[in-house]
């Protein structure tokens, strides 16, 4: 019997767009390469099912004061819980593109904070995450 293809999502946030102009073209791309793929904005998914995912893609902006993006609230509050251990999102494999601007102080704040949550909670980073300023 055949294993089931691994699945590919790719989870967005953005404030006034561009993350999701990227992600649109970063969806085109995978749909290319991988059937199985699909396209969520964070307030579409449980951060609770993260842990089941084979492959996760984040694009995500910096916001407000070096924040993360309004549709990111709920999911990056699930996130910091502390009872999740260093283990739960072990044998997930993910990636994060964040799009910023290099004129403010904090660039790309939330990327690298995502970034860096998802590697202490276990997953493991298929390539080192890129960052983009407008
Ligand atoms: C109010 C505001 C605050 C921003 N703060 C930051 C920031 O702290 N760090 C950063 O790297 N970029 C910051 N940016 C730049 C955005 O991240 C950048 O324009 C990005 O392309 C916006 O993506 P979005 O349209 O998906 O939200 C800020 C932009 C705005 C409008």
């Known amino acids: 019997m055949e294993d089931n293809p691994p ?9 006034t767009g561009n993350a999701l102009d990227v992600t649109e ?5 995978a749909e290319c390469m991988c059937s199985t793929g699909v ?5 579409e998914i449980d951060a609770a099912c993260l842990q089941y995912e084979n492959i996760l893609v984040f ?3 910096t916001t407000g004061q070096s924040d993360i993006p309004d549709s990111m609230k ?3 509050r699930f996130l ?9 999102l072990e044998g997930v494999n993910y990636t994060v593109f964040g799009l ?7 660039y790309n704040f939330a990327a690298k904070r995502l970034d860096k949550r ?6 493991k980073p298929i390539i080192g995450r890129g960052l983009g300023g407008d």
């Open 74 to 76: 709920v999911f990056w």
């Open 7 to 15: 699945r590919l999502v790719i989870l967005y946030a953005s404030q």
């Open 59 to 61: 694009v995500i902006s």
């Open 100 to 106: 910023g601007d290099s004129g403010y102080q904090k």
């Open 25 to 29: 073209h970063v969806g085109r791309e």
């Open 80 to 88: 910091l819980q502390r009872n999740l251990g260093q283990s739960w």
């Open 118 to 123: 998802l590697s202490d909670l276990g997953a």
């Open 39 to 43: 396209v969520l904005s964070m307030d």
